[in-house]
């Protein structure tokens, strides 16, 4: 009888092992891309990020919706940030008027838009080495242009 019972929780636990949970989904957006504003509360703040380098952030709202904010010009130590603060300059939403405070530095935001979740860390990490890349390619460009002007 013991061995009844075991087998037949064994089995009902592979089963269920194998069952897949349905696959929630991966944005509320009706649309993404689109200029949005974030309704945060008091006991509702921002609830997580994921740093693109230091050139802009995917933000989550309480409600599991993401957003990504783009900085104007790099914003120091974002990359890195364990933690992240924002200056709403007296608005009830975080929308592209606020402000990121990282590290103590204030970076103002170009925009805020509707977005999917983030790419995976190794994704952004070569996102980050091509931008870096392109800026190289552009500065030697931009230095041979000059030194053919002189």
């Given amino acids: 009888m013991r061995y009844f019972i075991l ?3 064994v089995t009902i636990f592979a089963v269920s092992a194998n069952a897949q949970a349905p696959e929630a989904p991966t944005h509320n957006w009706p ?8 309704d945060i509360r008091p006991a509702q703040p921002l609830y997580n990020f994921t740093a693109d380098g ?13 957003y990504y904010a783009t900085v104007l010009g790099p914003c120091p130590g974002l990359g890195r940030a364990f933690g992240i603060g924002y200056d709403l300059r007296g608005s009830a939403g975080f929308d ?14 170009s925009s805020l838009v509707t977005s999917d979740i983030p ?3 190794k994704e952004i990490k070569a996102r980050i080495k091509a931008r870096a ?13 000059k030194r053919a002007a002189q």
């Fill in 7 to 9: 087998s037949a929780m």
């Fill in 31 to 38: 649309e993404l891309g689109v200029e949005a504003s974030v």
């Fill in 54 to 66: 230091d050139e802009g952030v995917w933000l989550q709202d309480f409600r599991k919706r993401w």
């Fill in 96 to 109: 592209k008027s606020a402000k990121l405070v990282v590290e103590g530095f204030q970076c103002g935001l």
């Fill in 119 to 121: 790419p995976s860390k």
């Fill in 133 to 145: 890349a392109e800026k190289r390619a552009r500065d030697a460009q931009a230095r041979a242009a």
